[in-house]
Structure formats: structure tokens, C-alpha cells
T-cell receptor, first 116, second 114 residues
Framework: GAGVSQTPSNKVTEKGKYVELRCDPI?????LYWYRQSLGQGPEFLIY????????DSGLPNDRFFAVRPEGSVSTLKIQRTERGDSAVYLC??????????????FGPGTRLTVL | KQEVTQIPAALSVPEGENLVLNCSFT??????LQWFRQDPGKGLTSLLL?????REQTSGRLNASLDKSSGRSTLYIAASQPGDSATYLC?????????????FGKGTHLIIQP
């Protein structure tokens, strides 16, 4: 079956602009995660959805970042007034949402965001 | 706050060698520990997941161990092949504080020379 997909694969924008990054999880997965990975670093947790609600948004760096998952499937990460420091690869992952101890997270290929 | 350290940061070995990648963590209150592989320009692929109550997991040429009391995990790769070249990431699902996202190390960049 299809894995996690993310669009666009690359996004170049100018400082101060607004961007939206999309994630399509594996069908039937109730848990969805967003991470951000800077060059030479491991992914950093941003936000976790269980169904439609954000169960944990403690990783969002500031109020310029917002994410939604209105129907419990596709999610959109929104970044307002982009800054050069926002440049990174944004990864999305999904999991069955059955049990934290055994659930494997399946990652998408990521969106590479470059803010000029 | 959970901190994850991976040693070495980079490793280059000839094909056929057995090798060990190390991961250490500061908070033993975890649900599980996972090892991922990341190829350039691609997402992460889960290799092995060890639950908190388990000591090790095996898949093919890979074996991962977990020692919660000492805050360590190792990934053993037997008979390495050039196709094993990738970045290997260790990640933990924390049981403290309610956060359900994974905490990752910076990874070990592995090169297997043909």
C-alpha cells in the first residue's frame, strides 16, 4: 500500500512569506507527527495529532507555526512570516495509534524548505 | 529533558566487517527505543523497535540491544555491505511528561567501502 506522502518535495520562499506543507498519512493511521530536521541534526519533534486533535504541540518553536488535521487524515503545517532560520527538512510520520510502546512511526520523504 | 547521544558520528569500514553503533540516553523512563536508517534525500525507515520491557531485537543481519539501567543501546550490523551505507538514527519514545513524539540522536553516518 501507499506510504506517507508529503508535498511539495521542495519549497523555496522569501523571508516574510507564508507557506503550507502537506502530509498524507498511511490510510487508517490515527496518529500523525511533524518533525523538523536541520542539516547534520536528528529530527526534532514539533507536533502530534491523535485523530483530529493536537494531542501535543509542545515542540512548535513559536506562534508562527501552526498545524491542522481537520478530518483526521491529511495534515497541513503552516508557517507564517517565514525566517531564514526556518530552513530545514520538514518530516511527517504516521502510526496506527494503537499503543505507544509498540507503534512504529512511518516517515514520509520530507519537504525541504528554503527561506531566502 | 531526554538527551540522546550517538557515537561515533561517522564511520567508514571495508565491506564484510561486523560493526557496532552506539546510542546513549539520559532518561530511562521510555516506552521504546527505535533504530532508523536515513538515505540521502529520503525519509526515515524503521529498522528495529525494542519495547521498554525487552532486551534485544533481531532482523536479518541487524541486532539491537537495550540496557535501560545504563541508558545504552547498540546496533550490531553483521557482514556489512555497501548497501548498508546510510545514516543510522537512534530514537526514544519517552514515558515521562506525556509527549509522544520521538527524541532522536544526531545519527551515525556509515560508509561501507566496496
Amino acid at each position: 500500500g501507499a506510504g506517507v506522502s508529503q508535498t511539495p518535495s521542495n519549497k523555496v520562499t522569501e523571508k516574510g512569506k507564508y507557506v503550507e506543507l502537506r502530509c498524507d498519512p498511511i490510510s487508517g493511521h490515527t496518529a500523525l507527527y511533524w518533525y523538523r530536521q536541520s542539516l547534520g541534526q536528528g529530527p526534532e519533534f514539533l507536533i502530534y495529532f491523535q485523530g483530529t486533535g493536537a494531542a501535543d504541540d509542545s515542540g512548535l518553536p513559536n506562534d508562527r507555526f501552526f498545524a491542522v488535521r481537520p478530518e483526521g487524515s491529511v495534515s497541513t503545517l503552516k508557517i507564517q512570516r517565514t525566517e531564514r532560520g526556518d530552513s530545514a527538512v520538514y518530516l511527517c510520520a504516521s502510526s496506527p495509534g494503537l499503543a505507544i510502546s509498540t507503534d512504529t512511526q512511518y516517515f514520509g520523504p520530507g519537504t525541504r524548505l528554503t527561506v531566502l | 529533558k531526554q538527551e540522546v547521544t550517538q557515537i561515533p558520528a561517522a564511520l567508514s569500514v571495508p565491506e564484510g566487517e561486523n560493526l557496532v553503533l552506539n546510542c546513549s540516553f539520559t532518561d530511562s523512563a521510555i516506552y521504546n527505543l527505535q533504530w532508523f536508517r536515513q538515505d540521502p534525500g529520503k525519509g526515515l525507515t524503521s529498522l528495529l523497535l525494542i519495547q521498554s520491557s525487552q532486551r534485544e531485537q533481531t532482523s536479518g543481519r541487524l541486532n539491537a540491544s537495550l540496557d535501560k539501567s545504563s541508558g545504552r543501546s547498540t546496533l550490531y550490523i553483521a557482514a556489512s555491505q555497501p548497501g548498508d551505507s546510510a545514516t543510522y538514527l537512534c530514537a526514544l519514545a519517552g514515558a515521562r511528561g506525556g509527549a509522544d513524539g520521538l527524541t532522536f540522536g544526531k545519527g551515525t553516518h556509515l560508509i561501507i567501502q566496496p
